[in-house]
């Protein structure tokens, strides 16, 4: 006679945190295919640079806007390291609030980009360097923009009946990726802004 185990698995977690999570692992490969992006666009405008003697084509970007959005964005990662700490303790109100927070710091750094694009020197089809100056601008403003579009949804779920359980995993995953929008504007910044005027 054949003896079964059955097992009762109604009390395992249906979520978790971190690398337990399958989405952890999907964000994780995005943000190493979209830094490979990143790796190659900025390594075509240094290749430029490097065989061009009059590199850049045009004057460099300003440093007004594009030295408020980076001080805006390092000064981001302390509210988004405090949303995954609550995420990760499941405390609702503190996930909230700083869930809208992190919606705030979105919206205006989005402005701010709107303006850094407004006092650009040269057009997106003067030149090369316009072309990757634009190209690489507009790589990271799409990040940007799709980080906020999904802090905004998330944050939307939390004031919901669905905010519970899962989605505090998800606002985790969120300030993920927020962790690499940040990171992946430190070497574009120091590319785009300071390397011309080296």
């Known amino acids: 006679m054949e003896h079964r185990v059955v097992r009762d ?21 995005f943000c190493v295919l979209e830094g490979t992006g990143f790796a190659i666009a900025l390594g075509s405008y240094l290749y430029l640079a490097f065989i061009n003697p009059d590199w850049p084509l045009g004057p460099p970007p300003p440093l007004l806007w594009s030295g408020i959005f980076t ?38 750094l989005t402005g701010v980009r709107i303006m850094e694009f407004a006092v650009l020197p040269v057009r997106w089809d003067f030149n090369a360097y316009g072309s990757l100056l634009w190209a690489i601008l507009g790589l990271h403003a799409a990040h940007l ?43 574009t910044y120091f590319v785009l802004y300071w390397v011309p005027r080296l």
Not at 150 to 165: A, C, K, P, Q, S
Request: charged share 15%; net charge negative; hydrophobic share 55%.
């Open 145 to 187: 923009v799709t980080d906020i579009v999904d802090t905004v949804i998330v944050t939307v779920l939390m004031f919901t009946r669905h905010g519970f359980g899962r989605r505090f995993s998800d606002v985790e995953d969120n300030a993920f990726y927020w962790n690499f929008v940040v990171l992946s504007w430190l070497p």
């Open 71 to 108: 001080i805006l964005m390092l000064a981001s990662l302390v509210p988004n390291f405090l949303t995954e700490s609550a995420a990760r303790e499941e405390n609702l109100s503190r996930v909230r609030i700083l869930l809208v927070v992190m919606s705030g710091i979105g919206v205006l």
């Open 9 to 29: 698995l109604a009390d395992l977690p249906s979520y978790a945190f971190g690398p337990r999570m399958t989405m952890w692992w999907g964000t994780l490969a």
